[in-house]
C-alpha cells in the first residue's frame, strides 16, 4: 500500500517562526513522519536544523536560553543593522557543515535575490549560507551574496514556501504561516518599525498567494512581534497548539490520500506517472 509523503512548508516571520518548534513537536508526538522540509526565512532556520537531525526538544532549549549577543553583531548601518556573520557561524555548527543536499531529509531554504529580481530555491550550497541568505531581513540585516546573486529575505516573495515543499516530492503539505497576523502593538524603534512594515508586506503577499491543496497552520501570535526573541516560549506553545488543534485534518488527509493514477506509454506499454 502507498504511503504518502508528508512535508512541511515553514514560513517567514522573524520571532514569531518559533512557533514552527512547536508546530514539529505536536506532529511527533502523534508519529506523523515528517520526510520533507522547505523554510523560508525563520522558517528556513528552524527547518535547517530539524533536517540535519535536531529534534524539537532540543531547537526549544535552543531557543529558550540563547543569548543575543551570541548571534546579533551590530554594524555601522550602511545596508543593515546585523552583520549576519554571528548566526551563520552559529548555524554552521549546529548543521554540521552540511551542503543543502547533504541534509537528513530533504531540505529546500528559500532566499530572494534583489539583482535578478526572483526567488531562489537552495538545493546545492551550504546551509549555513542558505539560511544567513534566507534569513536577510531587509534593513535589517545586512544582504548575502551567494555565487551571482546578492540575498535578502525569503519571506519577501515566498512568504510560506509550498512550491518547494511539493517540488521535493511531498504529497501532503502542512503550510505553517506566521507572518500575516498584524502586532497590536506601537513600535518602539528603528528596528520595530522596520520589523512592522515588513510584516505587513509579508501579510499582504499571504493574502495573494494560492496556497493549493495543502492543510494551512496559522498559530495565533497577534500579540507576539517579529522581534520579540523574548517570547520564544510562548511562540513555541502558539504553534505547538495550532497544530494540535489541524491534526484532525492530518489524520483525515492520510486516511483519504491515493497515488496519482499512472499513465500508461502507448508505444512502451510502461507506466509513466
Same mark, same amino acid.
Given at each position: !500500500?502507498?504511503?504518502?509523503?508528508?512535508? =512541511?512548508?515553514?514560513?517567514?516571520?522573524?520571532?514569531?517562526?518559533?512557533?514552527?518548534?512547536?508546530?514539529?513537536? %505536536?506532529?511527533?508526538?502523534?508519529?506523523?513522519?515528517? +520526510?520533507?522540509?522547505?523554510?523560508?526565512?525563520?522558517?528556513?532556520?528552524?527547518? %535547517?536544523?530539524?533536517?540535519? *537531525?535536531?529534534?524539537?526538544?532540543?531547537?526549544? !532549549?535552543?531557543?529558550?536560553?540563547?543569548?543575543?549577543?551570541?548571534?546579533? $553583531?551590530?554594524? =555601522?548601518?550602511?545596508?543593515?543593522? @546585523?552583520?549576519? &556573520?554571528?548566526?551563520? &557561524?552559529?548555524?554552521?555548527?549546529?548543521?554540521?557543515?552540511?551542503?543543502?543536499?547533504?541534509?537528513?531529509?530533504?531540505?529546500?531554504?528559500?532566499?530572494?535575490?534583489?539583482?535578478?529580481?526572483?526567488?531562489? @530555491?537552495?538545493? #546545492?550550497?551550504? @546551509?549555513?549560507?542558505?539560511?544567513?541568505?534566507?534569513?536577510?531581513?531587509? *534593513?535589517?540585516?545586512?544582504?548575502?551574496?551567494?555565487?551571482?546573486?546578492?540575498?535578502? $529575505?525569503?519571506?519577501?516573495? $515566498?512568504? =510560506?514556501?509550498? $512550491?518547494?515543499?511539493?517540488?521535493?516530492? %511531498?504529497?501532503?503539505?502542512?503550510?505553517?504561516?506566521? +507572518?500575516?497576523?498584524?502586532?497590536?502593538?506601537?513600535?518602539?524603534?528603528?528596528?520595530?518599525?522596520?520589523?512592522?512594515?515588513?510584516?505587513? !508586506?509579508?501579510?499582504?503577499?499571504?493574502?495573494?498567494?494560492?496556497?493549493?491543496?495543502?492543510?494551512?497552520?496559522?498559530?495565533?501570535?497577534?500579540? @507576539?512581534?517579529? *522581534?520579540?526573541?523574548?517570547?520564544? &516560549?510562548?511562540?513555541?506553545?502558539?504553534?505547538?497548539?495550532?497544530?494540535?488543534?489541524?491534526?484532525?485534518?492530518?489524520? #483525515?488527509?492520510?486516511?483519504?490520500?491515493?497515488?496519482?493514477?499512472?499513465?500508461?506509454?502507448?508505444?512502451? *506499454?510502461?507506466?509513466?506517472?
Amino acid at each position: !500500500m502507498a504511503v504518502p509523503t508528508v512535508g =512541511v512548508a515553514l514560513g517567514a516571520g522573524g520571532a514569531r517562526g518559533f512557533a514552527h518548534i512547536g508546530v514539529l513537536q %505536536a506532529l511527533e508526538e502523534r508519529g506523523i513522519p515528517v +520526510s520533507v522540509v522547505a523554510g523560508s526565512s525563520m522558517g528556513g532556520l528552524v527547518g %535547517a536544523l530539524y533536517a540535519t *537531525g535536531a529534534d524539537p526538544h532540543f531547537m526549544k !532549549m535552543l531557543a529558550l536560553n540563547i543569548r543575543r549577543r551570541q548571534w546579533v $553583531d551590530f554594524i =555601522v548601518p550602511k545596508m543593515g543593522f @546585523i552583520a549576519g &556573520e554571528k548566526v551563520r &557561524e552559529l548555524v554552521r555548527l549546529l548543521t554540521r557543515g552540511l551542503r543543502v543536499h547533504e541534509a537528513n531529509k530533504p531540505l529546500a531554504i528559500v532566499a530572494t535575490d534583489l539583482l535578478h529580481k526572483r526567488n531562489v @530555491i537552495f538545493h #546545492e550550497e551550504l @546551509i549555513a549560507d542558505a539560511v544567513r541568505a534566507s534569513i536577510s531581513i531587509p *534593513g535589517v540585516f545586512v544582504p548575502y551574496p551567494v555565487g551571482e546573486g546578492l540575498y535578502v $529575505d525569503g519571506g519577501v516573495l $515566498d512568504p =510560506v514556501p509550498i $512550491d518547494a515543499a511539493k517540488n521535493l516530492g %511531498a504529497d501532503i503539505v502542512i503550510a505553517v504561516d506566521v +507572518s500575516s497576523q498584524v502586532l497590536s502593538q506601537s513600535p518602539k524603534s528603528v528596528v520595530d518599525v522596520l520589523l512592522q512594515s515588513f510584516g505587513l !508586506m509579508q501579510e499582504r503577499v499571504v493574502q495573494m498567494e494560492d496556497f493549493g491543496p495543502a492543510i494551512y497552520v496559522q498559530p495565533p501570535l497577534d500579540d @507576539i512581534g517579529m *522581534g520579540h526573541f523574548h517570547r520564544a &516560549e510562548d511562540a513555541v506553545e502558539a504553534g505547538y497548539r495550532a497544530m494540535s488543534l489541524a491534526m484532525d485534518e492530518v489524520m #483525515e488527509s492520510l486516511r483519504l490520500w491515493e497515488p496519482p493514477s499512472p499513465f500508461v506509454d502507448r508505444d512502451s *506499454g510502461e507506466k509513466v506517472y
